[in-house]
């Protein structure tokens, strides 16, 4: 084999080599174990993060429940081009478009209903990816609970309250 | 013939024939945006560039759409065109370029994205940046007819449109305005489109400059569903697309037949699917009881349980009074395969003697000026169920069976195959209204439901298959392009469970076994002399004509559908 | 009336104690895991978690008892008691203090001390295969069926080194009377060390320990059950207290188990600094307490081993069974038997 090639495979150990004596009697390796398991045993750190009363940070790019964003004027930024709805691999966003009212000047389009059932989201992000208005995005609200299904059928009015990413980079 | 060469394999073509269409029609595809096989070569738009030597051209690219095949004259050589040389490929992106300079790109909120022209091949051939700086030109947006909005912004000043008004139309209500950049097509002064044509520019407007009111906003067309249907508003049967969004139909579209309705459809027809979606549109059967107090009220059953009971009343005048005393009405907007099982359930499993049918007023006959025709008859099938229920039926059977009402000698009556949006003659409502039983199958709560003992729902055209006869006898096939509403069916299904009600009204029919239209058709051919020889695969999505029949009654003119190539 | 009170009494304290220990050795089973796997375990219900056994108790009682309808009721019914009853009857020999003397009389601390003891113990400790093979043949599941039948198998396999084992350590002893096998280890070698079985018979030791595992279906050893391949295995079909009744049975038979192993090996209840031969309350309790902390760290590293070791194959399974333990036990029994003339 040529040694100089650095992208060869891991060699793998010769066949038939045989297992050494005190792999074959099991009781050393099972002492070396039964030692690693009771050093964890006494350990005093461990992973576990108690919940509610502890949280861990959420990193800023965290997939949370969604956002749709307000332009300067406090208006709704989408403008009910569906590209979210086509990226979305659950369908889980509907939208219903219409013509804005007469004193939107600058645009024509926006959507009268924006419906993105919760349930059915996979929270993967390619809404936000697809959205060539930087309209919509996934926040970082991780606690997401509610005692009906229906409140997790976010409408317009609730994707439009909901918190901007960059006002809680933190929260839970 | 004449012979030509297109990317080094030699062709053979009568001369004068457009070289662009040929290449389309060979599966050498050329982009372009100005040219259509239905208007007049304008060669403006520049997209349909080729690499062309040979002839007496000077060597170079050229628009393809201009040349023609043409023999080569002493000392010429063979005309020999190259679609995708590295000059053409060169030209098109600059020819793109351009054509973005003052283009605005909301491709987001345009309704065209996804079947534009000028997107499509902005990414097939286009350059993926423009060089552009300048700030853009600013174009109008208005209203340029009833049905259609024109955004300047997005014109590419192909003139399709406005040769489409001239040309076919005949009205010429359009122009292209302004000068140099700011091109842009206008209405002429106090010259709205109002033709009955207008909203054709629609669907040949390469881009999203002239766009549909009614369909603005209600779908994004990547995520419709189409299905091959038939225009039911006159008898002319154009070929259209259905496309559907969630259930509900968002707009009809002409599809090409050279020998029906060329690649037009008239706005009447396009705009006449509102009804399917109508509030009383009928989900459920009901049926009429009375309350203590004497009023009408309506209760809902299930479809077994109605028709089991029409056929209980029918077969119960029958043994009583005789087939004589029932009376059919079916309607010019069934289908050829409902007529036919209309024919067999009323003539000869119940006897009755006496059929008749409904049809929508008329209207106005309209031609255009290249030989598109607006039918006065506005119903889709008359010639249908005139072979199929027999010329003398059609025509009076619908009199003969009001007299037997009034006589007394009719007892009941099943009316079958509502027209949409109908208010029917007010004589027939007097008539219906001595019957001692009536059953009513329609699409929606119409005034003739209003007068049935049992109403029954069926489904619109687009809810269900079938074939119509148009006028000039030609048999085409609608398809099904969304479901009907609650339990309502297609009325092959309904007439076909009618039939396999046992004679004692048990209402068992859901066991039998129901035949789609298909296997309906083939019966009809074998036993109508009219419809021999025809099949349902075989009528395809351009149909078939009727055996006799010319094709002559709205044909259009034969140079118009030569010129299609 | 006296004589009848005192038996009655010992099996209600000592049963109260056998099913109360049950739910807390869940309880250290689910911590102990936790910290092995650097985790925090159950730490909610109560302090330290300490009433999560109760929660998960209440939890089992009311959920609904499913009984599907392809099963063999009568089967399916009876698998879950077979399954735990005779372990718990192990019990009934296992003396767990010396003997006291209470108002006069003399009592052994251990339900029924009979001379017969280990033979009573290996009879009964083999008929507890019956509730896992029938949990599986009436469950009518084919992954319960192959639980059953890998149980079957297992434990014939492994009840025969145990048993050889033991025969070693009864050669020994030269008693059955499992009274007389503790109070022989409770004497002492040169004054320090115990004279246990252990030191005895280490080989005997080894095979009875590994056997254990096998014998009560635990990790290493837990093909039977075998989430990954057979879903649960024999109690697949099982909801509610019957299937809470399985996972009791499992626990005794590890508390049995661990119990014979301090009985036969480790000295019983005997312990430095307690008189074999005192008859005093007090002395009694410290054996019991001395029993049930020996018991208590075999039953630790039961689970200890469990968090350690990954399931065995079948087949190793087998091998290690019938190629390497049987002859061990054996040569062990040759060994002992020459020593012994000797
Ligand atoms: S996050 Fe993914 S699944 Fe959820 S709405 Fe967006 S695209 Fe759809
Ligand atoms: S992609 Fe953005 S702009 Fe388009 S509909 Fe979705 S949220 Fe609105
Ligand atoms: S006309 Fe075509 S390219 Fe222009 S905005 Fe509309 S979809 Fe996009
Ligand atoms: S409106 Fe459309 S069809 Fe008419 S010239 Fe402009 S781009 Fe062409």
Not at chain 3, 305 to 326: A, C, E, H, S
Request: contains cysteine; glycine residues 8%; charged residues 20%.
């Amino acid at each position: 084999m040529d040694a100089a090639a650095p992208h060869d495979e891991p060699e793998s150990p010769p066949a038939g080599e045989k297992p050494s004596l005190s792999e074959e009697l099991y009781l050393p390796e099972i002492l070396k174990g039964l030692a690693t398991t009771f050093k964890h045993l006494i350990r005093p750190e461990k992973f576990t993060v108690e919940y509610p009363e502890k949280k861990k940070p959420i990193p800023q790019n965290f997939r949370g429940e969604h956002a749709l964003k307000r332009d300067a004027q406090g208006r709704v930024k989408c403008v009910a081009c569906f590209l979210c709805a086509t990226a979305c691999p659950s369908e889980c966003i509907h939208i219903t478009a219409g013509p804005t009212p007469p004193e939107w000047t600058d645009r024509e389009k926006y959507p009268t209903k924006f419906e993105i059932d919760m349930l059915r989201c996979i929270y993967c992000g390619m809404c936000e990816e697809a959205c060539p208005c930087d309209a919509i995005e996934l926040t970082s609200k991780f606690y997401q609970v509610s005692e009906t299904r229906e409140e997790k059928y976010f409408g317009k009015d609730t994707l439009l309250r909901q918190p901007m990413k960059r006002e809680y980079p933190d929260q839970g | 013939m004449t012979k030509f060469k297109v990317n080094g394999k030699e062709y053979d073509a009568p001369a004068g024939t457009n070289l662009l269409q040929f290449c389309l029609d060979h599966q050498i595809y050329i982009p372009h945006n100005c040219y259509h096989p239905a208007l007049t070569v304008a060669g403006n738009c520049r997209m349909c560039m080729v690499k062309g030597k040979g002839l007496d051209l000077r060597p170079g690219v050229m628009t393809s759409c201009t040349l023609s095949v043409r023999e080569p004259g002493p000392k010429q050589e063979m005309l020999e065109i190259e679609t995708e040389a590295p000059e053409v490929i060169k030209a098109r992106e600059g020819v793109l370029e351009f054509l973005l300079i003052n283009h605005p790109l909301d491709c987001p909120v345009c309704d065209q994205a996804g079947e534009c022209y000028l997107q499509d091949y902005s990414f097939t051939y286009g350059k993926d940046r423009s060089r552009f700086v300048e700030p853009k030109n600013i174009r109008h947006t208005k209203d340029v007819g009833d049905h259609v909005k024109i955004w300047g912004n997005r014109c590419i000043v192909c003139t399709r449109c406005v040769r489409f008004c001239e040309e076919v139309v005949g009205t010429g209500e359009l122009a292209v305005v302004e000068r140099g950049d700011r091109n842009v097509v206008d209405n002429f002064p106090g010259l709205p489109m109002s033709n009955l044509m207008s909203s054709n520019t629609v669907d040949i407007c390469p881009v999203g400059a002239l766009l549909d009111k009614e369909f603005l906003y209600q779908a994004r067309v990547w995520f419709m569903e189409t299905a091959e249907s038939v225009c039911p508003s006159c008898s002319v049967g154009c070929n259209t697309k259905v496309d559907t969004y969630q259930g509900a139909v968002k707009r009809f579209r002409p599809r090409e037949n050279q020998a029906v309705n060329q690649w037009w459809m008239c706005d009447i027809g396009r705009y006449n699917h509102k009804f399917t979606a109508a509030p009383d549109r009928l989900g459920l059967p009901k049926r009429r009881g009375t309350t203590a107090a004497g009023a009408v009220e309506w209760t809902r059953c299930s479809l077994d349980g109605a028709l089991g009971d029409v056929r209980t009343a029918l077969d119960r005048v029958v043994h009583a009074e005789g087939g004589a005393a029932v009376a059919g009405l079916a309607s010019a907007w069934m289908s050829n395969e409902e007529l036919w099982l209309f024919k067999g359930l009323m003539a000869d499993m119940i006897g009755a003697r006496d059929l008749g049918l409904l049809t929508a007023p008329d209207g106005v006959r309209t031609t255009f000026k290249k030989g598109f025709v607006i039918e006065s008859d506005r119903n889709p099938n008359r010639r249908g169920a005139a072979e199929i229920l027999g010329r003398a039926a059609a025509e009076r059977g619908l009199a003969t069976v009001l007299d037997g009402i009034h006589a007394g000698r009719i007892k009941a009556a099943l009316v079958i195959g509502g027209i949409p949006e109908w208010a029917p003659p007010p004589e027939l409502v007097a008539a219906l209204r001595k019957l001692a039983f009536l059953a009513v199958v329609d699409v929606a709560d119409s005034p003739l439901a209003a007068l049935a003992h049992l109403v029954i729902p069926g489904a619109t055209w687009v809810e269900k298959d079938g074939t119509f006869t148009n006028a000039q006898g030609r048999v085409q096939r609608f398809t099904r392009a969304l479901a009907p509403p609650g339990v309502a069916a297609a009325e092959t299904e309904l007439l076909q469970r009618l039939a396999a009600a046992s004679a004692a009204g048990a209402p068992d029919a859901t066991g039998a076994k129901v035949l789609s239209a298909q296997s309906v058709f083939g019966d009809l051919a074998a036993r109508v002399a009219a419809f021999a020889g025809l099949n349902y695969h075989d009528i395809g999505t351009q149909g078939k004509l009727l055996a006799g029949a010319t094709g002559a009654a709205a044909a259009a003119p034969a140079g118009a559908a030569a010129s299609g190539g | 009336m006296y004589a009848f009170l005192i038996p009655l009494l010992k099996i209600v304290v000592v049963m109260a104690g056998l099913f109360g220990a049950v739910p807390v050795l869940v309880y250290f089973e689910r911590r102990i895991a936790a910290f092995i796997q650097d985790r925090l375990g159950p730490n909610r219900v109560g302090p330290m978690g300490l009433f999560q056994p109760l929660a998960d108790a209440i939890k089992m009682i009311f959920k609904e008892d499913i009984v599907p309808d392809h099963v063999d009721r009568v089967l399916y019914v009876l698998a879950p008691v077979l399954a735990f009853v005779p372990p718990a009857l192990a019990f009934a020999v296992i003396p767990f203090g010396h003997p006291i003397r209470l108002l006069g009389d003399r009592i052994d601390l251990a339900i029924a001390p009979a001379g017969m003891g280990v033979l009573f113990l290996l009879a009964v400790g083999s008929t507890s295969v019956y509730g896992i093979a029938f949990g599986g043949w009436a469950s009518n599941n084919k992954f319960s069926l192959l639980g059953g039948l890998r149980s079957s198998a297992q434990m014939i396999s492994y009840e025969i080194p145990l048993v050889l084992a033991l025969v070693a350590v009864l050669m020994t002893a030269g008693t059955l009377d499992l009274g007389r096998i503790v109070a022989q280890q409770a004497e002492f070698h040169l004054g320090i060390l115990p004279a246990w079985n252990l030191f005895h018979q280490p080989i005997a030791f080894l095979i009875f320990f590994i056997a254990a595992f096998a014998e009560t279906n635990r990790l290493p050893f837990d093909l039977p059950e075998c989430e990954p391949e057979l879903i649960g295995g024999y109690h697949t079909e099982y909801s509610s207290m019957k299937f809470a009744m399985f996972m009791m049975g499992e626990y005794v038979a590890m508390i049995s188990m661990s119990a014979l192993l301090v009985t036969f090996f480790l000295g019983g209840w005997s312990f430095p600094g307690i008189d074999p031969t005192s008859t005093a309350l007090l002395s009694g309790i410290a054996s019991v307490v001395a029993f049930a902390a020996k018991v208590a760290a075999v039953l630790f590293v039961f689970m200890w081993v469990r968090w350690t070791l990954p399931r065995f194959r079948y087949d190793q399974l087998m091998n290690l069974g019938w190629k390497v333990l049987i002859p061990l036990a054996l040569l062990n029994i040759m060994a002992t038997g020459v020593v012994g003339v000797a």
